[in-house]
Structures are given as C-alpha cells and as structure tokens.
C-alpha cells in the first residue's frame, strides 16, 4: 500500500500540481471569512483541494487547503482532513495558519478563527484609512458605500414583472 501511495505522489509531481488540486472559489464577504472557514473545520476531501474564499472589492482571499494526514506509517494510509489557511490581500500572502501534519499533532484547536477574522478586519480597516487620506472625493456614493466596509459584489439580474403576476 505504501509503494501505490509514493506512485500516485510521483506521478502528481509530474504532471504538475495544478492537474492534481482541485481549487473551488466561493464569494464571502470578508467580515464572514473566518466564520465560514471555521465552519469546515471538520470536513474532510478525498483528494488534495483548496476552498478559495474570496471578497473581491476589498481584494482578500482567504485559501483553505485539505492537506494529507498520515494515519499510520505501517501501511502508509492517509486522510485530508488536515487544514492549513493562507491569507491574501492584493495577490500577495499576508500569512500562514496550519493544524498538525500528524495523528498525534493533529488538532484543529490550534487554528484561532477569531484572530484570522481579526487580521481581516485590520486589513480593511488599513485599506479604508489610505483611501481617507488619499485625497479621494469622500462624497463619491460609491466611495462612501465601499467606506462602510460592507459593500458586496452581487449580480443584478432583470426579473420580468409580468413573472410576478403570474
């Protein structure tokens, strides 16, 4: 069993790791980030994937990796549902969280959710600071509605009225 697991470790290192993880992107607010990462804390994949949670008008993306647990070293087992987190503003890393690689290291206790949220928040909060500061025109409505910190990117769809009435 441990030979097949090197096998299919080699061969995804030869065809790349962007064929072999799989990445899902998902809009989240960025005051919710945490919220949502912590609520997978206990999920688990069955193959190597990255949760992009991203909030495209403050340009934060919050990146959740399954990553493999060894379960035994006799027979070479292993799971993904070890965590680790990596925190992006502007494209570029900010910071690294991870639990333990290992069954006896393996806690996700470790990760404080409320300090990732916490970090997110003053990265905001620094970015809306700048933007005072700038020189910017204050009174601009969307200025003043992205100063709130709780603009959103949504699509606005036309619905028919004559749908409503039917």
């Known amino acids: ?9 080699m061969n995804a290192n030869k065809n790349n790791n962007d064929e072999f993880i799989k990445e899902i992107y998902l809009n989240v607010p960025h005051y919710d980030m945490a919220a949502v990462a912590e609520g997978l804390k206990e999920s688990f994949m069955t193959e190597p994937t990255s949760l992009v949670l991203t909030d495209d008008i403050y340009h934060i993306r919050l990146v959740i990796m399954w990553t493999p647990r060894i379960q035994s070293n006799e027979d070479g087992m292993c ?22 690689k290992t069954a006896e290291e393996y806690n996700t206790v470790t990760i404080d959710f409320k300090k990732i949220q916490y970090r997110i928040n003053r990265i905001v909060e620094k970015d809306m600071q700048e933007v005072r500061h700038s020189g910017v025109n204050l009174d601009d409505p969307y200025v003043k509605y992205w100063m709130t910190g709780r603009m959103i990117m949504a699509p606005v769809v036309p619905f028919p009225i004559e749908l409503l009435n039917d």
Not at 1 to 9: A, H, P, S, T, V
């Open 79 to 100: 799971t993904f549902d070890s965590h680790a987190f990596s925190l992006y503003h502007n494209d570029e890393k900010i910071c690294d969280w991870a639990d333990g």
């Open 1 to 9: 069993m441990k030979k097949n697991f090197k096998k299919l470790l």
